[in-house]
């Protein structure tokens, strides 16, 4: 299996540790954080992902269709593949092993794959979860702590 995932979902996977737009969810979001964990490949798609899909079905209305978060994602995917060296882009895999989300979670908090989140709603807390160095988070892999 393959999850399917958009490009600023990929940021938001850094600093996931269990807190949603409610308990559905963030249900459906520990699972899929949990599968790609276990090694599950994700697949980058535009629009509603394996995150947001449940709750776009019901609401065409939904935020996640909006040009903002499309803008969104764009900018992440191109952060990404700046930081990656590698095109990601959708119809792209990418394994989010510990090492790999380690060095995405360090540009994080440098704050070099982030111009998508500026407007996000869950900015300041995502913030808050990097300067704490990724305490809790649901996805394994945290950075290295800088030495003097």
């Not at 590698?86 to 111009?115: K, N, Q």
């Amino acid at each position: 299996m393959t999850v399917r995932l958009r490009g600023h979902h990929l940021l938001c996977l850094l600093t996931y540790k269990g807190e949603g737009y409610g308990p559905a969810f963030v249900a459906n979001l520990d699972r899929i954080a949990a599968r790609l964990a276990a090694g599950e490949a994700a697949l980058v798609v535009e629009g509603p992902d394996d995150i947001c899909g449940p709750l776009a079905e019901d609401d065409g209305d939904a935020h996640c269709h909006l040009a903002q978060v499309k803008e969104r994602d764009r900018k992440a995917l191109v952060a990404l593949t700046i930081h990656m060296g590698r095109p990601l882009e959708p119809g792209r895999r990418l394994v989010l092993d510990p090492t790999t989300v380690a060095g995405l979670r360090a540009a994080f908090a440098a704050g070099g794959i982030r111009p998508a989140c500026a407007g996000c709603e869950w900015n300041g807390l995502c913030t808050a979860i990097a300067d704490a160095g990724f305490a809790g988070v649901r996805l394994p892999g945290t950075p290295e702590p800088s030495r003097p």
